[in-house]
């Protein structure tokens, strides 16, 4: 590996002002499990490594009015993991977290490494982009750059491994918004006994491996068991993580083999694998269907009052 | 004696445990001498292409850089037959053209940048047929054929048989290149004394092979040369006598300082000996009761650039079809070819888990096909204790070849058929089997069996010698490595056996040629048998004498031995340690042996049956091993746990390879596309359940305490195992290891499953 300088600001300007002094030699530090392979072998040269896990307020998790969630990007995949309260409100999220890596890594690696290292299979990507989440991105007040901003998840992805951030800029937080009440569909059952479901589904080759596909699904069912909201996002299938278009046309009906079917196939044509090692274009495509199916499907037992 | 045994039977703790486990053990990598260069490996981007020129100038100049290393550099001594110590020729992409060694790691690693190489490009030849079509690429003289023939092994007269049978079963079945991944890198550590050279190094035989290679390259008596393993990191027969030691002598000798060459994780991979991919083609006929009347099988194995010891992995691809069951007619032919594909060489249980893939999955499509269980089938016709039938065709007397084809020739012990019933009786075969495996819908279940023959005594020569001194130090001295299998263990409990000591007393010097007499390969499932007699002859020597000195001492006519104690016979009381006899001796007490051990009219082979219960997910392919139950006829077992730790060990092993382990080669480039960890998919062990290891109870007549082979035994049957449960669970037979999901959702849109 490379030999470089450490630094360990306490706060968000300083790191942000280091980095803009010479920013393609210099890289932001969270958890390291990302960033020490790439140092390794193909981050080109870098010599300023800029450690984040010393700025104050960049952790945690806690519950917003309404029942959405706010996560700091510094927050480790093992705190998510053990959430309670995450637990039970985006089993999804913490289902992903748990198949990071091993334990070490998952103690060590964070939220917004995962995110902002942009790798299509990111495991907690694809549940984040099914509840529709959005990441604040802070400049530090650095001159010239951005003022704190708030994008669209899918706004942070430019492709594979390359975000849209400014180099300065640092992902602050994670902003996921309360379910949707599901009234869209169909309004006379709006207020009516809504429940929510996620899941998350992932493929790999063994225990330990970075996913052949993933998905992630978050849905309403009205009091009638019929769809009120459904976003299905798939993983490793794309250049990023990428939504499935078009389940709006599913909204008002049941959750069953038809239906599953149907979200299958809406995700073999959405997904734009390609071939590598791991698996060929045609299995990961098969298998963005399968995993859809699975991530609807698991969504939507508990939300019936059935176990997955 | 062997009738009440103290040692040889207890799950002693293995020797080196204790300093693996804190951390202590020194493995060749972790060795530095003062002044010690680090080697690096100029690689060839071309799999098949001549060196024209080579232009070492640069580098020689580079900071910190000592010796660099061309074809120029070296004698012409081939150390395998086919293999120069580097060569102008390059026979795959990684193949090695020069060598650096200089002060540090990153040093050698930027003066091979520096190296300016002119190459002519020849055109490459990847598969077998390809390779032996008229007009390839030779690259080899004398053709890509090894041997200029295939190897042709055949018992009775199979093409005169298969037109009486019944039913003829046929299958082409094919097996994949992997990497065995030993947890540590290939490394060797040179180091020259004048001219004397030693070599730390990575071995599996230094004696019988490391040490003459190194005299005949670097042009040395055998004598000047030393050769050391301190400890092994991962050995399954696989960690080669090709280039490295000669390689680290070279640049150590022109540097005039110790070099050590480590090989990296992907030199591990692409540089290293893989197994290879292999194809069979099977035929089986049978009578109208479905006994087999006659066994064809044909392989080839794309050996790579160079074969090694390849003819003995293609040669074992023939074992289960030729001696599993009792069948007239059988017939093996073998061809290794040569191709540009990284050089193959033995790896744990050479061809035979491929050819048993193939032998035991299509008996299970032949019970399948005659309507009968496959357990049943494999009991009413596994070859029985009386060997195959016929007679013998070497003459009464004269030693019957290591791996006899001819019938009428008797196994010494035979365990096949108590491990089929053990094992089907710990898995429930009887009460759990359904025809059609036990589910239906998404994910299915379904158990199988396949069973295992495989040399179990190998008589290779060997030799051992014992010092007792006045100090009552007790040193048993092996010439082979202990590969990480725990032969030290098992040899010092054979020795304390014999000699009626307790196993403390004893101390185990190996590896070392300075301090050995000459030992023979670990390879062939051999060390338990052929250097486990050569210690226990010595042992018992040396016993009785110590005996005779003690009962002479005492002045009775007998003593008796037990905790280090002599107990006069018929003279109470009288009693003498063993360390005041010792210190009494007047001169050390020394015994040498040296014999080959075998058998002129037995075959010694240790059997294996083996259950797997697995679920097949139909929509992903996907197998997961729920239990596995791997029956062992390895004769007495010396140690239980860690014979289980093997057995373990080996089905581990050889269900990643089974389910997932596949090297990936560019079919244009010949590059190998997923030379890490991250991409040759290992097994994490989370991903299988814990094996269940069963022994059968009859001792090997012919072996040392009656102990068998089992290094090697216990991977032989685990892909058909698998394959034939999957098969129950699905209805689909798979052809084509490894089972990854993509294949097994092939084989069911190909074959249909067959149940809803
Ligand atoms: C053995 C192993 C197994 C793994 N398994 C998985 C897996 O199963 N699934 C999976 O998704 N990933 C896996 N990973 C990848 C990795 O662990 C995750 O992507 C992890 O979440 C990265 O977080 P980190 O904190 O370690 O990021 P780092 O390595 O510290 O950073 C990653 C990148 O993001 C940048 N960065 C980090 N934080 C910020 C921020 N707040 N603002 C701006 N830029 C930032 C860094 O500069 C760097 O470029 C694995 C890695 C290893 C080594």
Redesign the pocket.
């Not at chain 1, 890289?27 to 790439?38: M, N």
């Not at chain 1, 198949?99 to 091993?102: I, L």
């Not at chain 1, 299979?121 to 990507?125: F, G, I, R, S």
């Given at each position: 590996m490379q030999n470089f300088s450490y630094h360990a600001p306490a706060t968000l300007g300083e790191a942000c002002a280091l980095m803009a002094e010479a920013p393609d030699r210099s890289?932001?530090?969270?958890?390291?499990?990302?960033?020490?392979?790439?140092l390794e072998h193909h981050?080109g040269p870098v010599d300023t490594v800029?450690d984040?896990k010393r700025i104050a307020g960049?952790e945690g998790i806690e519950e917003t009015p309404g029942g959405g969630w706010r996560i700091g990007?510094?927050t480790?995949?093992a705190a998510l993991e053990r959430h309670q309260g995450l637990r039970a409100a985006l089993p999804a999220l913490c289902a992903?977290a748990a198949?990071?890596?091993?334990p070490?890594?998952?103690n060590?690696?964070?939220?917004?490494?995962?995110?902002?290292?942009?790798?299509p299979?990111?495991?907690?990507?694809t549940p984040l982009l099914a509840f529709g989440a959005q990441v604040e991105?802070s400049g530090g007040g650095v001159p010239g750059s951005n003022a704190s901003r708030t994008l669209a998840l899918e706004a942070l992805w430019a492709g594979p491994?390359s975000?849209t951030?400014r180099p300065e800029?640092?992902?602050?937080a994670v902003v996921i918004p309360p379910p949707p009440t599901g009234g869209g569909a169909n309004e006379s059952t709006a207020n009516e006994s809504t429940a929510h479901g996620n899941a998350f589904a992932r493929l790999?080759r063994s225990a330990?491996?970075?996913?052949l596909v993933n998905a992630a699904a978050s849905l309403t069912l009205d009091g009638s068991g019929r769809l009120a909201s459904l976003t299905v996002a798939l993983?490793a299938v794309g250049a990023t993580v990428l939504s499935v278009p078009g389940t709006d046309a599913l909204l008002g009906r049941p959750v069953d083999e038809a239906l599953l079917e149907d979200i299958g196939k809406m995700a073999e044509t959405a997904a734009q694998p390609i071939t590598d090692v791991r698996a060929s274009a045609e299995y990961r495509r098969e298998m963005a269907g399968v995993m859809a199916m699975r991530a609807v499907g698991w969504a939507a037992a508990p939300a019936k009052g059935d176990t997955p | 004696m062997t009738d009440s045994l103290d040692i040889v039977g207890q799950s002693v703790t293995r020797l080196e445990l204790e300093d693996k486990v804190l951390g202590v053990t020194r493995y060749t990598a972790d060795l530095k001498r003062p002044g010690m260069l680090y080697a690096k490996i100029l690689r060839s981007p071309h799999p098949h292409a001549r060196i024209v020129a080579i232009d070492t100038s640069a580098a020689e100049k580079a900071p910190g850089v000592h010796a660099v290393l061309t074809h120029h550099d070296v004698s012409s001594f081939a150390i395998e037959g086919d293999l120069l110590v580097l060569d102008a020729r390059l026979r795959f992409v990684g193949d090695e053209v020069a060598a650096v060694a200089a002060e540090s790691p990153a040093a050698a690693a930027d003066a091979l940048e520096l190296i300016r190489v002119e190459y002519e490009p020849l055109p490459p030849v990847f598969d077998c047929g390809a390779a032996l079509a008229p007009g390839a690429p030779e690259l080899h003289p004398g053709g890509n054929l090894v041997d200029g023939r295939r190897l042709v092994v055949e018992r009775g007269d199979t093409e005169g048989a298969f037109p009486t049978a019944f039913r003829v079963f046929e299958g082409v079945f094919h097996t994949a290149a992997h990497g065995p991944v030993g947890m540590e890198t290939r490394s060797a550590l040179a180091e020259w004394d004048d001219d004397r050279l030693t070599v730390h190094k990575t071995s599996r035989s230094l004696h019988a092979h490391d040490r003459k290679i190194l005299s005949n390259a670097l042009g040395i008596p055998l004598e000047h040369v030393r050769v050391i393993c301190t400890s092994m990191g991962g050995g399954f027969g696989n960690k080669d006598e090709g280039r490295l030691g000669p390689l680290a002598a070279f640049l150590a000798r022109k540097a005039g300082r110790p070099v050590r060459l480590e090989y990296s994780r992907m030199e591990e991979f692409i540089a290293g000996r893989n197994r290879q991919a292999m194809v069979s083609r099977l035929k089986i006929g049978v009578a109208e009761d479905g006994a087999p009347v006659a066994i064809e099988m044909r392989s080839e194995m794309n050996a790579g650039a160079h074969v090694a010891s390849g003819r003995n992995v293609t040669r074992r691809i023939g074992q289960g079809a030729l001696y599993l069951y009792a069948c007239p007619n059988a017939r093996f032919e073998g061809a290794s070819v040569y191709t540009n594909h990284p050089a193959g060489g033995s790896f744990r249980g050479l061809g035979a888990p491929a050819g048993h893939f193939a032998l035991e999955v299509l008996m299970d499509q032949v019970a399948a096909g005659m309507g009968l269980d496959p357990l049943e089938y494999r009991l009413r016709f596994h070859v029985g204790p009386e060997g195959q039938p016929g007679r013998r065709t070497t003459p009464p007397g004269e030693a019957i070849p290591d791996e006899p084809v001819e019938g009428g020739v008797p196994f010494s012990s035979h365990g096949l058929r108590e491990c089929l019933l053990s094992g089907a009786e710990r898995i429930g075969w009887r009460e759990r089997r359904q025809p059609n495996g036990s589910a239906t819908g998404p994910s299915r279940r379904g158990l199988g069996v396949a069973m295992g023959i495989y040399k179990g005594g190998v008589g290779r020569e060997a030799q051992a010698e014992i010092h007792v001194d006045r100090r009552g130090r007790v040193e048993v001295r092996v010439g082979v490595v202990d590969v990480g299998q725990g032969s030290s263990t098992i040899l010092a409990q054979i020795a304390a056996e014999a000699l009626q000591l307790p196993l403390d007393f004893i101390t185990m010097v190996m590896a070392d040629t300075a301090h050995t007499p000459p030992g023979h390969i670990t390879a062939g499932s051999s060390t338990t048998f052929s250097s486990g007699h050569a210690v226990k002859q010595a042992a018992d020597t040396v016993r009785n004498r110590l005996r005779e000195r003690a009962a002479a001492t005492l002045g009775v006519s007998d003593v008796s031995l037990s905790g280090g104690v002599f107990t006069a016979q018929g003279r109470e009381g009288a009693a003498l340690t063993f360390h005041q006899l010792c210190a009494a001796l007047p001169e050390p007490v020394i015994e040498q042996v040296t014999l080959t051990p075998g058998s002129t009219d037995r075959v010694i082979n240790s059997f294996s049956a083996h259950f797997a219960e697995v679920e097949v997910e139909m929509d992903t392919g996907r197998i997961r091993i729920l239990r596995y139950v791997a029956a062992q006829d390895a004769g007495r077992i010396v140690n239980p746990r860690l014979a289980e730790g093997q057995v373990t060990g080996a089905v581990l092993q050889f269900l990643g390879i089974a389910l997932r382990e596949e090297l990936l080669m560019d079919p244009t480039s010949g590059v190998t596309l997923n030379p890490s960890f991250?991409e040759h998919k290992n097994t994490a062990i989370v991903d299988f359940p814990p094996v269940e290891v069963l022994f059968a109870s009859q001792p090997e007549p012919l072996a040392p305490f009656g102990a068998k082979g089992l290094g090697e035994p216990p991977v032989v049957p685990v892909y058909a195992a698998v394959a034939n449960a999957v098969a129950n669970a699905t209805g689909v037979w798979l052809h084509e290891a490894p089972f990854t999901p993509k294949r097994v959702l092939q084989a069911i849109a190909q074959q249909g499953a067959d149940r809803p």
């Open positions: 890289r932001f530090l969270a958890g390291g499990s990302d960033l020490h392979l790439a981050a800029i984040l960049l990007a510094l480790r995949m992903a198949v990071v890596g091993g070490p890594i998952r060590r690696a964070t939220l917004g490494g995962n995110l902002c290292n942009a790798s299979a990111a495991d907690t990507a991105v491994r975000t951030l800029e640092v992902l602050t790999t330990m491996d970075i996913a993983g | 991250l």
